[in-house]
């Protein structure tokens, strides 16, 4: 994952990846519904239709890992539980900051790799204003 949330990976290019299959760090979760290449400001909408309750989620173009053109494939730098458990994506409010920033925060909150002890979480935590 870059520096920027909301800024894709260096090489990732202006490409459309709508209709790409999405692969968290632990599977399938859905499929790209829809790309935005704003400078700054991009994001993936992913419908999670595949799953018996799917909805739709915006993925800010700072999680995308990798994207496989061959394969069609965008990799995303999150588990699928901490995707499901997304706000679902609201289309009117997606250009509002106030809304950027809720995402912002849920996403900087699921940094925590599930493997970590402890004493690595909670100082984490602890750190929610620090950014690095």
Known sequence: MN???WTYPEGFGRVDVTGYDVEAVDGDIGT?????LDVDAGYL???TGRWIFGKKV???AGLVERVDRD???VYLARAK???ERA???DQEQSADPAYREQLSAYYAAGRAEPEQDE???GSAQGEKGVTG
């Open 3 to 5: 520096g920027n949330l």
């Open 81 to 83: 539980d901490e995707i």
């Open 45 to 47: 909408v992913v419908d």
């Open 58 to 60: 915006l993925i800010p």
């Open 87 to 89: 706000p679902e994506f």
């Open 32 to 36: 790209v519904d829809e790309t935005s």
């Open 119 to 121: 004493t690595v979480r």
């Open 71 to 73: 394969e069609e494939t």
